[in-house]
């Protein structure tokens, strides 16, 4: 499956951001879907999964209670709602798609290319 993220951009500190990736191919709703960040100088890290069916999700403490995933199969589309965003938000923000349930890049065999979020005053 191809991937292709958007909806990066600047925001201000407690501002709200949704971003999207839409899949090509009709495999979409095969896969487990998650959303990882890299800020400059750092390992890249995981945000956000959630299951096939939109069902179970989980998220990094960091992230826990300011953000929401949520997918559309109809529409070969993963979101992420961020909220109450803070400057250590910052960060590429990259869809990948996985057969199984991980938060390991590695394990993920699909990625977008990267939508960048930046928080400032």
């Known amino acids: 499956v191809q991937l292709q993220a958007s909806g990066g951009g600047v925001v201000l500190p407690g501002g709200s951001l949704t971003l999207s990736c839409v899949a090509s191919g009709r495999t979409f709703s095969s896969y487990n879907m998650a959303w990882f960040r890299q800020a400059p100088g750092k390992e890249r890290e995981f945000v956000s999964r959630i299951t096939i069916a939109g069902i179970n999700k989980d998220y990094s403490e960091s992230v826990k209670g300011r953000f929401t995933i949520s997918r559309d199969n109809a529409k070969n589309t993963v979101y992420l709602q961020m909220n109450d965003l803070n400057f250590e938000d910052t960060a590429t923000y990259y869809c990948?798609?996985?057969?199984?349930?991980?938060?390991?890049?590695?394990?993920?065999?699909?990625w977008g290319q990267g939508t960048k979020l930046t928080v400032s005053s």
């Open positions: 990948a798609a996985a057969r199984g349930l991980t938060k390991r890049p590695d394990l993920h065999e699909s």
